[in-house]
């Protein structure tokens, strides 16, 4: 029998995160272990008049990130060649559907760091359109994920349990997802209202001793317009004013390699010292990838208390409740920022104890929850 939820969420996904309306062309990028959702997203799609364009591959050749068989073996032409399919969809279609449904995360942990970061450099075109259209408006794009044995792996959970824990989080056990999202988009307005108009953050506490200037930026409301599970306020903080220290609580896991024990300091918003306990040469390799891989593009404050636990997948770990995250490389237009890079990675820091935000010297933020008035 079929499971009802996975009809839900692609009901969530085309109605209401994507928008899909009639003429719409939509690209669903996924693995072949996603079938089930891809098959009701199809369904969903043709419902709302729209023309549904699936692009299944098997799991260890998924762009942009488990392209294992092309990473260990391609030479240096196919290595710098941009997939043609997925650059004419994002160049024109209206809408993208990406489902992350390996079957190995750790395909690419003893691969050269140099082909992965040649790589990334060939398919940040693609990152950099979506970046563009989906600040335009001329995009509606999300990103979420499809359980596998290997996501439950990673999140130490049967397959299971990891299988309630994904739709839980994405609320689509419920009778009506829809209305839950529409509410988190209602409680996180308030904490994006007070930000608006604000300009120095400083973030306290013991992993952490942080400035930063957001003036003239823009914050956004994560409700699941992107991201499926959601729960986040982000925006991209001025290039040149991040200064301080931040060691990471979480790995920070990047095409397959989980790097550990991340350590950055930054001197007028650029990386100049990064260490880590674990994999500290790749983290070093991505810092080179470009001239924006040391800057930042992102400062977000995770929302979603239903994510309680680090699963290795950032698509739930960067919403952990109490945490705030920051992605080195490319920033997102519509906040205002204007770091380019073909690499956007996410690093998660714990504020649950001892750690508090200020903006503006008033505080925002204490010890994982919100407290401005």
Known sequence: MADPRVEKFAKVLVQYCTRIQAGDRVLIEATTAAEPLVREIYLKVLEAGGHPVPLLQLPDMFY??????LTLRGNDAQLDFVPPLQKLAYDQFESRIRIHSTLNTRSQTSIDPSRAQRRGRATGIITETQMRRGGEGSLKWVTTLYPTTAYAQD????????????FNACHVHEDDPVAFWKSVETE???????MDGKSQVVLRGPNVD??????????????????????????GPIEDSV?????????????????????????????????????????LKMLETDAGARYLGEFAIGTNF???KFTGQILFDEKIGGSFHMALGAGYPETGAKNKSAIHWDFICDMRKDSEIL?????????????FK
Not at 155 to 166: I, L, N, R, S, W
Not at 188 to 193: D, G, I, L, P
Not at 359 to 371: I, L
């Open 210 to 235: 942080l400035s930063l200037s957001v003036k003239g930026r823009k914050f956004l409301n994560s409700c699941g317009t992107h991201n499926m599970p959601d729960g986040e306020i982000y925006t």
């Open 359 to 371: 903006v503006d010297g008033q505080t925002f933020y204490k010890n994982g929850k919100f407290v």
């Open 188 to 194: 996180q307005a308030k904490a994006v209202k007070w």
């Open 243 to 283: 200064n301080g220290w931040v060691r990471f609580t979480y790995p920070a896991i990047y095409g397959g390699v989980a790097v550990e024990g991340a350590e950055l300091t930054f001197s007028n918003g650029k990386v100049t010292q990064a260490s880590a306990t674990k994999n500290q040469d790749y983290l």
């Open 306 to 308: 239903d994510i309680n």
């Open 155 to 166: 999140a130490e959970m049967t397959f299971d349990q990891y299988e309630d824990f994904v």
């Open 64 to 69: 942009p990130q488990h392209e294992d068989l």
